[in-house]
């Protein structure tokens, strides 16, 4: 392959063609000529299609002539042009700058253009004429110097005062607000220029004498004209500074010029090309030679073809392709003659030669040239015109492709010419010398060239363009290729690479700099590096290879960039790097500040060699006057000022440090001294917040007339501490070297350096022979470097660099240390195994050859591949290969002598560094063959016939058998006793072994057959087909003869079949030419027909007839198309051969398969017979299941033969049965409407009881067909989202039946990935039994959220009544929601897909329906909803941060005992808790954390909780005794009428029955201990009567507290206080009830949770605290009260024996029921005894209460009954108001009965 250099134009480029210039009658200058663009590297002429004056003018614009008018021609007054026109028309508006940036679009007649010459498109610019008014508003133009153009170094310059019209004047433009090089380039490109735009500030071309009209412009370089940019306004200037001209803007803009004569260049005059007789190019023409800016011709005296191959190899065609001779051509008396020109042939140019004189006296002719063209080698390829883009700096080479056919280079003609074509050559041409990855574009160019018809078809694996299928060579028609195959060869720039743009290249301070814009690389796609956070250490590596000092630049300096804004803040600790790549921790494409989302703040550079580089004046940027402290100079309207220290605080001065990579600084006052006099002061009280990076982005003041530069803010920078990185190289293996090397910054100031290194012992590292450490310096960074050579295990460990440094210049110290781990592991080792040991073996044994890597580092790293004889060996069916983890296991049972060979293993790993190795085994192993007639097995005389592990015996008359040992009386024809059957089909290269094995007498012998035909030589009963190839299909038939007959096995023929093999026959009409059949064979030989599978023409031949092509095509990987699909791509392929070789093929005919058919049954449904090989029998399912069978539709033989072709034989089938829905869903399919489809489903789904596991599956497949339709319409969206939750509906057992149930997650995870989220980017729907959510959401800046849903989960019956919630990261839980996730911000780690947003779905199912988990023990159930998440596009496992969940209970899973986190594993269709665990569980709720993202839920043990107790016989024992105490109690009660008249003894009769009650209910609690609804209500009941209880005895307390006081019965106390008693507590226990759950335990039917703790304990222990404290109340005031009486000389009196009474069982019911709790399950306790030991007391108490309540109120009534006997005067008889104190006097003081009776009581 050869390339060849040349010049060519670049891209947009116009220049007119036979241009001319004249002027007009008023004296206006005409330009006019045919006007050729340049596209892709050529220039190329216009067609006149749509050609008009305003495409006219924008040619006038670009080719600099702004102010003539442009008029179209299309008539041919400047000629017809020889190239071919490009393939569009233009539409432009007029005011566009290029031609280039029109509007542009395909031609109509494209075809005509060419043939009727009508690209000669051409324009004529004039003068215009001066206008009546001076100018126009906006118009523009430069004044004053060097306004006119200029040459200079190959550029063309203007340059000048800007001035702009308004009013019909011109005025000048203001430099102090606004001007920089955006708007100084949208006044270049106005007139034309680009390449070189510098603006000038303060009048650089002179005082402007018009107004100032324009001032604080701000563009983006993009307008036509400044009055377009953002400004103040046209002819409103508000700055203060600009009104006058001391500010004027100026310009310098500068383009390419075109080529000059330089002194000793070569050119051809009355050049002409052309192709030799023979084909060969030839150019030539009369030498011209440049001389003093001139050029000449050189006389022919002395011209000889050295001299003449000096010219052709300055011309480029070079000796070895082009063969000089000298010419002669007349001289003119205008020649200026070069004499005597004597060149050796090796010299450069003409100037290289011996020249003696200049001038033309004596000499009668002049020299020329021809170079004629070589012969080539056939084959050869080659691009010429070749360049390179400089638009485009990744361009490696372009050009047209031209191949040598027939000794001669022609011209690839662009039919079929495509990308993929260009980048096998690009790959082939490797222009960058293998040093980048290359992709190709093609194109089509023009070529001289005869062209070639050779039309290649790559599928891009080809190593060389010759590689790919393609046509014979044949020369092509000019007028059927009007272009030429061209390819654009482009570098691909690799992740991280940077570039500037924009390079500027000046004097600064008179020092020589370099800079641009800085461009990054990300995705094979450059785009620009925002300004945030850049500094001076990120530029640093911009400076890097060039090893110059960087000074970063902001605010898009050297304009916008284009592109993708690919990074902010960058941060690079790496201090090798070169490239951003050699920075592993950046983001690209997460831009997170507005400002970066656009190109106003891209980051610049500039490079100096020297460490004090200026500064450069840009607005914004910063400086201090010393090193890292001193006066703050701003750069304001582009000149250095200061700021005033007015205001002046640490945070404003901490800006400048930040701005000059430090990380702080704090206010300096003196030390630095005032700035320069000239400098203005631009700011005063400046207010910043912090999160500024520029001044002018804080808030200030004007600066007052107070501030001078005595008042300049000044600044000391903190310089930190030292920042160390540490770097790890080497394998880590043992014996290896390892080098840390550890970093600091500030190495161009420290002094005093010590590093020290600390070494896992602990101690610090000593050098010795193997370990050593060394120090090194540059511009920015020390680093010392630890070197450990022959590295051993005990070097592993963590090793510590520390160090401290004195920086003298700012008095400062820097230390820090950091660490690193280094692990040596040793090298693994490849242990090989083979059975037999020695290697040798025979065909009876088998080989076994078992390869293990150990000592792995990482196992799950490595891999082992088994190669045999170099080649790479697979698993077939003969030879098998078993992988392990870090190793492998190669078997061949039965092995033949071919397996014999050098069998290597090779493994490969990873080390402890990363880098990937391998190590190799290997073994040789000989097989040898074995005689199996050595010794003779056949008996009486027979003979043996060898084979592979077989051997056949011809038996004498008379005896039969497999070794002739039976004799055979009787004579009997031969039959086949044994046949060999083949399972399937064999791959290429297999052994196929036949047996056959026949008895008869006399004994028979053996002939095989194939399709019907003796096989040569095979007449032993086995047949070995050694290595099978396409020709050995058939059907093989074993033959057994004798004297009497002869039998076949035809019945079981073994048909030999390949994998991936099919065969097409084709018919072609030569017409006549059979030249044409070798031609097209080997056009067909090779030739892909599908690149997906690889799939290619392996042979191709004509039948004898000459007109049937046999095509065979082979698969690679044994698997083919359809048979359907490869018909049409090979059909394809024939088409297109035949329109070239004008050939006449029919579409081709399957031949060796039979091809997929559908067959429709009496129902009309359809059955798809599937592509069947000869020989195989297919079977078909029935299309929408059966119910009366298992599925089977019937079965159908591919029959024919390999010979004369295959063909379907008749089917055996049998009706499918079907239910009605079946039928329904079956009908459903035939539509192919996607609205009537699911409006069938929707119906037939309606009832989910009606629905079978065959109409599930069947509905579940066509869901999952209509998905993009529901995505996209919103009709059919509601009735999908129907059918999925009908199909919810159908029974568990239904759905696992069917198998569907995670289809139909599936299909719901699909529709949310690609349904539209709409503005609100959330998309949701709730259905009764699933609810759907889809988010997106930006990767920038994501930070993690939690979504929530709200529910009753015990009540709800549809999630459409539920509430959702989606918020920002909270660390706690809602208690409130039913369930919750929450996402981390790193579970977009690793998501490499190239969208900006990310899309969440989250499914809930209310249960678990769809998830049948076979294998889930009975004793665990779903505990609650289920939340299906996923991350679209996305495989999230092992996640750095887990997903947290939260689940709330169900009521079942409430009464469970532990739940478990798990997940849905689809691999083993269970429930599964790898990666999740349980974070919090309690009764109501479980929090989870998990490590991927899939199906959640919660498994709950419903095993039965082991009691904690038993409820002791002594309970009920105690309790019954004290029933029955209590009854008689009652009954005395009853009986007293003292008692029962009274309102205590009321009180005490309400309270005595509550307890009987209480009591009652507690032995049933215990008895019936289900957690049912009785057990509720025994609970419920007990709770109730237990503050009955409890309320009376405060009521009774209260009632002693009034008699006290007042001395006297309340006469209606008891009987207004029974309501308050009865029904206060059921209210309490009602409100309690609201948690019915929380009523009854296995053990013991009572309250628990929130009823028992504030429904039961707490009003137990308030009310019993109130009961005491009324006692003492009580007591107190019974003294006080006997204290008054005792003062009156009553009788001394004390506390009355019913108070007693009440404190005494108050005191026993408080004992008994608080030791009744304990051991009734309040507390747990581990050991068991202990709830015995408070049952027994609690016994014991209830029973002592009892009795005490019978004995101490049955003798108060006892007594009031013998009172009342005696004729006394009982308690609560009579008048009320006799009644006194119920005290006691004391026995010595003895009262009347009456009194006495009263007092007792």
Same mark, same amino acid.
């Given at each position: ?203 650089? %071309? ?612 950091? !660490? ?381 033969? %390999? ?6 034989? #008749? ?9 009605? =829905? ?39 497949? =066509? ?196 739940? #478990?986190?798990?997940?849905? !594993? ?32 919660? =498994? ?48 005490? =009769? ?52 009034? %008699? ?198």
């Amino acid at each position: 392959v050869e390339v060849k250099d040349s010049q060519a134009c670049y891209d947009g480029e116009v220049i007119l063609v036979n241009k001319n210039v004249s002027y007009n009658e008023q004296g206006n200058e005409i330009v006019g000529g045919r006007v050729e663009l340049c596209y892709k590297g050529i220039f190329s002429s216009i067609c006149t299609e749509g050609w008009d004056g305003f495409d006219a003018q924008v040619v006038c614009n670009s080719l600099g002539y702004p102010y003539y008018d442009g008029t179209a021609l299309t008539n041919r007054e400047f000629g017809t042009s020889e190239t071919y026109p490009i393939t569009f028309y233009f539409n432009c508006g007029g005011s566009e700058n290029q031609l280039s940036n029109c509007s542009a679009y395909n031609l109509t007649n494209f075809d005509e253009c060419v043939d009727q010459q009508q690209n000669n498109a051409a324009v004529l610019c004039t003068e215009a004429p001066a206008p009546t008014q001076p100018c126009y508003d906006g118009q523009m133009r430069l004044a004053n110097e060097s306004s006119t153009s200029s040459y200079y170094d190959g550029y063309e310059y203007i340059s000048g005062r800007v001035e702009v019209c308004y009013n019909g004047e011109f005025g000048t433009v203001c430099s102090n607000s606004g001007w920089g090089y955006n708007e100084a380039f949208v006044v270049c490109q106005y007139f034309g220029y680009y390449d070189i735009v510098t603006p000038y500030f303060n009048s650089e %071309f002179g005082a402007g004498t018009g107004p100032v009209v324009l001032s604080g412009l701000s563009c983006t370089g993009d307008e036509y004209l400044l009055i377009d940019c953002s400004s103040s306004g046209l002819g409103m200037v508000t700055d203060p500074y600009c009104l006058s001209h001391d500010y004027d803007a100026g310009v310098t803009c500068g383009r390419e010029s075109p080529p000059t004569c330089n002194d000793g260049n070569v050119q051809l005059g009355d050049r002409f090309s052309g192709s030799t007789p023979e084909g060969y190019y030839q150019v030539g023409g009369r030498v011209e030679v440049c001389y003093n800016g001139t050029y000449g011709s050189v006389c022919g005296t002395g011209w000889d073809q050295n001299d003449a191959q000096v010219v052709c190899r300055y011309m480029g065609y070079y000796e070895d392709e082009y063969i000089a001779s000298s010419t002669q051509y007349d001289l003119t008396a205008e020649d200026t003659v070069f004499y005597n020109v004597d060149c050796s042939g090796d010299d450069y140019g003409l100037y290289d030669c011996d020249i003696d004189t200049v001038g033309n006296e004596g000499c009668t002719s002049v020299a020329g040239f021809i170079c004629t063209e070589a012969p080539c080698t056939d084959g050869n390829i080659r691009v010429v015109n070749d360049y390179y883009y400089d638009y485009n700096p990744d361009s490696l080479l372009s050009g047209v492709v031209e191949v040598c056919y027939n000794g001669v280079y022609g011209s690839i003609c662009s039919q079929g010419w495509d990308d993929t074509d260009a980048q096998v050559l690009c790959d082939y041409l490797n222009p960058s010398g293998g040093y980048y990855k290359t992709t190709g574009e093609a194109y089509f160019g023009y070529s001289d060239r005869q062209p070639i018809a050779i039309s290649f078809s790559c599928d891009g694996t080809e190593e060389n363009l010759l590689d790919c299928p393609h046509l014979p060579y044949s020369p092509a028609f000019s007028d059927s290729c009007f272009y030429a195959a061209a390819l654009h060869c482009i570098r691909v720039c690799e992740n991280g690479e940077t570039r500037l743009y924009n390079q500027n290249y000046t004097y600064i301070d008179g020092f020589y700099v370099s800079g641009g814009g800085v461009e990054v690389c990300y995705n094979g796609t450059w785009g620009t590096v925002c300004d945030a956070g850049w500094d001076n250490e990120d530029a640093r590596i911009l400076c890097s290879e060039s090893n110059q000092v960087p000074m970063a630049v902001h605010g898009s300096y050297f304009g916008p960039g284009m592109g993708p804004v690919w990074l902010e803040n960058v941060e690079c600790n790496n201090e090798f790097a070169t490239a951003f790549s050699d920075c592993p921790d950046l983001q690209y494409g997460v831009i997170t500040d507005q400002e970066c989302s656009t190109h106003t703040r891209d980051a610049g550079v500039w490079c100096k060699e020297d460490y004090t580089l200026p500064y450069v004046c840009y607005d914004g940027n910063i400086r201090l006057s010393d090193y890292a402290k001193g006066r703050v100079e701003v750069c304001y309207n582009n000149e250095w000022g200061t700021i005033c220290n007015e205001g002046w605080d640490d945070v404003d001065a901490a800006l400048a440090c930040r701005y000059n990579g430090f990380p702080g600084g704090e206010v300096l006052d003196t030390g630095f001294g005032p700035g320069n006099e000239s400098f203005r002061i631009f700011f005063s009280d400046v207010e910043c917040s912090g999160d500024e990076y520029l001044y002018h982005k804080c808030d200030f003041s004007a600066v007052p007339d107070t501030c001078t530069h005595a008042d300049d803010a000044g600044v000391e920078c903190l310089l930190g501490n030292a920042v160390i990185n540490l770097y790890l190289n080497g394998t880590g293996f043992v014996g290896s070297t390892v080098n840390i090397s550890c970093r600091i910054d500030f190495s161009s100031h420290a002094e005093q350096e010590d590093f020290k290194w600390i070494g896992p012992s602990g101690r610090e590292v000593v050098e010795d022979n193997r370990i050593t450490a060394t120090t090194s310096f540059d511009y920015y960074y020390l680093t010392s470097y630890l070197l450990i050579k022959s590295s051993v295990p005990s070097d592993s460990g963590s090793y510590d660099c520390s160090v401290s440094a004195y920086l003298s210049y700012y008095n400062y110290n820097v230390s820090n240390s950091s !660490s690193i781990t280094v692990e040596i592991a040793p090298y693994p080792q490849l242990e090989l195994s083979v059975r037999p040991p020695s290697g040798e073996l025979t065909e009876r044994d088998s080989i076994r050859l078992e390869c293990k890597l150990v000592n792995v580092y990482n196992a799950s790293g490595s891999s082992v591949l088994w190669y045999r004889n170099g080649l790479l060996l697979l698993s077939s069916s003969r030879l098998q290969i078993e992988y392990s983890e870090g190793g492998s296991v190669l078997s061949v049972p039965s092995p033949l002598p071919r397996d014999s060979g050098e069998y290597t293993c090779q493994g490969s790993f990873a080390s402890p560094t990363g880098e990937v190795l391998s190590i190799s085994s290997s073994a040789q192993i000989t097989v040898t063959e074995v005689n199996e007639c050595e010794p003779n097995p056949c008996e009486n005389g027979g003979a043996c016939t060898d084979g592979i592990n077989y051997y056949s015996c011809e038996c004498p008359i008379g005896f039969s058998g497999v070794d002739c040992s039976n004799q055979d009386p009787v004579e009997a024809p031969p039959t086949i006793s044994e046949f060999s059957e083949l399972d399937g089909c064999s791959i290429y290269g297999d052994v196929i072994i036949l047996s056959c094995v026949a008895i008869g007498n006399p004994q028979p012998t053996y002939q095989w057959k194939k399709d019907g035909a003796d096989i040569t030589d095979a007449t032993s009963g086995q047949y070995i087909i050694d290595s099978v190839e396409v020709e050995d299909r058939g059907a093989y038939v074993c033959e057994a003869t004798n004297s009497l007959g002869s039998a076949e096995s035809r019945s079981t023929a073994a048909v030999v079949c390949l994998n991936g093999v099919v065969q097409f026959k084709a018919t072609v009409d030569f017409a006549g030419d059979d030249s044409l059949k070798e031609t097209i064979l080997q056009i067909l030989d090779g030739a892909v027909v599908d690149a997906m599978t690889g799939t290619t023409i392996a042979d191709a031949e004509l039948e004898s007839d000459g007109t049937t092509l046999t095509l065979t095509l082979v698969s690679p990987t044994g698997t083919l198309p359809p048979s359907s699909q490869l018909g049409q791509a090979l059909n394809a392929n024939l088409q297109s051969i035949s329109s070239i070789l004008g050939v006449t093929i029919s579409p081709p005919e399957l031949f060796d398969l039979c091809a997929a058919v559908t067959s429709t049954d009496e129902q009309n449904m359809n059955y798809q017979w599937p592509d069947t090989t000869i020989g195989v029998v297919a079977a078909v399912n029935c299309p929408c299941g059966g119910t009366l069978r298992p599925g089977i539709y019937g079965y159908r033989r591919c029959g024919g033969s %390999f010979v004369d072709g295959a063909e379907w034989e #008749t089917a055996s089938v049998s009706m499918c049965v079907q239910d009605d =829905l079946t039928s329904v869903l079956c009908s459903a399919i035939v539509s192919d409407r996607p609205e009537d489809i699911v409006d069938g489903l929707d119906s037939v789904t309606s009832d989910p009881e009606a629905i079978s596991s065959t109409g599930v599956s069947v509905t579940a497949s =066509l869901l999952d067909g209509l998905v993009d339709e529901a995505a996209e319409n919103e009709e059919i969206e509601m009735k999908f989202l129907s059918v999925v939750d009908n199909l919810m509906g159908v029974s568990a057992s239904v759905i696992e039946e069917s198998g569907s149930g995670q289809q139909i997650v599936s299909v719901l995870d699909d529709f949310l990935s690609v349904v539209d989220t709409g503005d609100d980017d959330i998309y949701s729907h709730e259905a009764i039994n699933y609810a759907v959510y889809a988010l997106d959401m930006s990767k920038a800046g994501f930070m993690g959220f939690s979504i929530s849903a709200t529910f009753d989960i015990d009540s709800v019956d549809r999630l459409s009544d539920i509430e959702t919630t989606i918020s920002e990261i909270t660390m706690t839980t809602s208690e409130d929601s039913t369930v919750s996730a929450t996402l981390p911000q790193s579970i977009l780690d690793g998501v490499t897909t190239g969208e900006e947003e990310a899309r969440f779905t989250f499914t809930l199912f209310r249960n678990d329906t769809l998830f049948s988990a076979k294998n889930m023990s009975e004793r665990f159930a779903v505990g609650s909803v289920i939340l299906n998440a996923v991350v679209v596009k996305a495989d999230l496992n092992d996640l750095a941060d887990p997903i947290m969940l939260s689940f709330k209970k169900t009521k079942e899973a409430r009464s469970g005992r532990e739940s #478990t986190c798990v997940f849905w !594993s689809e691999e083993i269709k269970e429930w599964s808790s790898d990666g999740c665990e349980v974070v919090y569980d309690d009764n109501e709720r479980t929090d989870c954390a998990c490590s991927h993202l899939t199906s959640f839920t919660i =498994l709950v043990d419903l095993t039965p909780v082991e009691k904690q107790f038993e409820v002791s016989y002594a309970v009920y024992i105690g309790c019954g005794f004290s029933i029955v105490c209590l009854l008689i109690t009652i009954f005395v009660i009853l009986l007293s009428k003292g008692m029962r008249n009274s309102q205590m003894g009321l009180i005490l =009769l309400n309270r005595t029955i509550g307890l009987v009650l209480l009591l009652a209910f507690c032995i049933v609690s215990g008895l019936v201990t289900s957690p049912s609804g009785l057990c509720a209500f025994f609970a419920a009941a007990l709770h109730y009567l237990f503050l009955v209880y409890l309320f009376w005895c405060c009521s009774e307390v209260i009632y002693l507290l009034i %008699f006290t006081i007042r001395g006297k019965e309340s006469k209606y106390y008891a009987v207004i206080s029974m309501p308050v008693e009865w029904l206060l507590p059921l209210v309490i226990v009602g409100v309690s009830l609201i948690g019915y759950e929380h009523y009854g335990q296995e053990e013991f039917c009572r309250p628990y949770e929130e009823p028992y703790y504030y429904g039961l304990l707490l009003p137990f222990g308030i009310s019993y605290i109130f009961v005491w404290v009324m006692f003492i109340v009580v007591i107190i005031s019974a003294i006080c009260k006997a204290a008054s009486e005792s003062e009156k000389n009553t009788p001394e009196i004390s506390p009355s024996c019913c108070l007693y009474v009440a404190m005494l069982l108050s005191l026993v019911f408080g004992l008994g029921w608080v030791a009744g709790l304990l051991g009734l399950g309040t507390l747990s306790f581990d050991d068991v005894e202990v709830y015995g030991y408070f049952q027994y007391a609690f016994a014991g108490l209830v029973a002592l209460h009892g009795l005490l309540t019978l004995a101490l109120y049955c003798l108060v009534a006892l007594k009031g009954c013998m009172s009342t006997s005696m004729g006394e005067k009982s308690f609560g008889d009579g008048d009320p108001t006799d009644q006194h104190i119920p005290l006691q006097m004391h026995e010595e003081e003895k009262a009347p009965p009456v009194e006495m009776a009263q007092t007792n009581w």
